[in-house]
């Protein structure tokens, strides 16, 4: 191997560090706690190597939450079933078990504040998801004008985010009472009820 390979190996390594540090942060203090100091200091560098690879920390978040959507949107498009109304449902239970185990990752990813210019600077990663959704609502009822998908999608994200944002928050209590409290089927039973209503 050449050391201009071995340089952009570590380069590469060091730029997934910076990111992975970042979540490591955000999930032990909050996305609040992060800098750019912190950062450094959980690579075992000085701030100046972090800022070799992004300008400031609200780009680091960027970047965190593109990988977010990537790992997203790969979940989505492996999980294909002929029947359109349990895909659709399939897609609400993906979002869940993903803001499950990635708490601090789905807060970045879908927080108003945060990245506000997702869409705009990369709307791939972010589109593709929702074109996945669209689909599916297009399977179930093919004769609608395109402002009405999008009208219905918007619906079903409301329901989704909004359900799993609650369950995030009420997170200590589904571990108290888990017999009491079922995030997943309540999920699947609101999405059913969703699908039922545009069919």
């Not at 960027?62 to 977010?68: H, K």
Request: charged fraction near 30%.
């Amino acid at each position: 191997m050449s050391s201009i390979d071995r340089k952009t190996r570590h380069k590469e390594a060091l730029r997934t560090g910076i990111l992975q540090a970042a979540r490591n942060i955000a999930l032990k203090e909050g996305w609040q706690a992060v800098t750019i100091r912190k950062i450094a200091d959980e690579v075992e560098y000085t701030p100046p190597i972090v800022y070799e690879f992004f300008e400031n920390k609200e780009a680091v978040f960027f970047e965190v939450a593109m990988d977010g959507f990537t790992i997203l949107r790969n979940m989505l498009e492996a999980e294909v079933i002929e029947d359109t109304h349990k895909q659709l449902c399939r897609y609400a239970i993906i979002h869940w078990h993903f803001a499950e185990q990635n708490p601090e990752l789905y807060k970045l990813m879908f927080s108003i504040e945060s990245i506000p210019s997702v869409a705009e600077e990369r709307p791939q990663e972010v589109l593709s998801i929702g074109e996945l959704i669209k689909n599916a609502m297009k399977a179930i009822t093919p004769d609608l004008e395109d402002k009405e998908y999008k009208e219905l999608f918007f619906q079903w994200m409301c329901i989704v985010h909004g359900f799993i944002t609650m369950a995030l928050i009420m997170r200590h209590r589904i571990e108290k009472e888990p017999d009491a409290w079922e995030p997943e089927l309540y999920l699947e039973r609101a999405t059913r009820r969703f699908i039922k209503s545009i069919q």
